[in-house]
């Protein structure tokens, strides 16, 4: 079992920045790729960031590319992501999760989810 918390969600304005944390406790943390996803009220969770156990590989969702930064630290058990020049478009629930071995970009492929923290993105 892998327990996940995400922190650092919040208001912003469009065009600031918010940097996500979540913090995993359980098994050895370095054998699960994690991943970012989020959810808008009456839309389906949506892909938006995934790493591999050692930070080598990363892959980002298309509406998010060159804006979001997914990076982790081992030594602490947290995977952050880094959220720059947000949109109002942004505003969701994002949830933290974990899956044994490799990254994957679709929701049903992990495991474990954290309970999310809430992201508004307005003037």
């Known amino acids: 079992q892998v327990q996940l918390v995400e922190r650092g969600g919040g208001s912003v304005q469009p065009g600031g920045s918010l940097r996500l944390s979540c913090a995993a406790a359980?098994?050895?943390?370095?054998?699960?790729?994690m991943g970012w996803f989020r959810q808008a009220p009456g839309k389906e969770r949506e892909f938006v960031a995934t790493?591999?156990?050692?930070?080598?590989?990363?892959y980002y969702g298309d509406s998010v590319k060159g804006r979001f930064t997914i990076s982790r630290d081992n030594a602490k058990n947290t995977v952050y992501l880094q959220m720059n020049s947000l949109k109002p478009e942004d505003t969701a629930v994002y949830y933290c999760?974990?899956?044994?071995?490799?990254?994957?970009?679709?929701?049903?492929?992990?495991?474990?989810w954290g309970q999310g923290t809430q992201v508004t993105v307005s003037s």
């Open positions: 999760a974990a899956r044994p071995g490799l990254t994957a970009t679709t929701s049903y492929d992990y495991s474990y």
């Open positions: 359980g098994r050895a943390f370095s054998n699960y790729a």
């Open positions: 790493i591999s156990w050692n930070g080598g590989i990363t």
